[in-house]
């Protein structure tokens, strides 16, 4: 059974960091593009950042030069850096895993709160 879990939300004032860290239980960690979503209070799920299998990145434009998405294969992890945080970033943050558009895996999520 795939699983994958978050750590590392909490609550931060602006401009200050967060790291945010997802442990998968996937048999073939290294052929899943990887993701993070947010999604705030009355609004969508959207795409924060994306690192494919091959290991290319790929940005929401609203957080590019602020976060850094990366992965360890051989540790099964996916990590979301979040540098300079705004008000506007608050939101349960979720893993994501997908090999295909059939085979989509999410975590529960995390709660990013970005208050003075």
């Known amino acids: 059974q795939v699983q994958l879990v978050e750590s590392g939300g909490g609550l931060v004032q602006p401009g200050g960091s967060l790291r945010l860290s997802c442990a998968a239980s996937?048999?073939?960690?290294?052929?899943?593009?990887m993701a993070w979503y947010r999604q705030a209070p009355g609004k969508q799920r959207e795409l924060v950042a994306q690192?494919?299998?091959?290991?290319?990145?790929h940005y929401v434009d609203s957080v590019k030069g602020r976060f850094t998405i990366s992965r360890d294969n051989a540790k099964n992890t996916v990590s979301l850096q979040m540098n300079s945080l705004k008000p506007e970033d608050t939101a349960v943050y979720f893993c994501?895993?997908?090999?295909?558009?059939?085979?989509?895996?999410w975590g529960q999520g995390t709660q990013v709160t970005v208050s003075s």
């Open positions: 996937i048999r073939i960690f290294s052929a899943y593009a």
């Open positions: 994501n895993a997908r090999q295909s558009t059939t085979i989509v895996y």
């Open positions: 690192v494919t299998s091959a290991g290319t990145t």
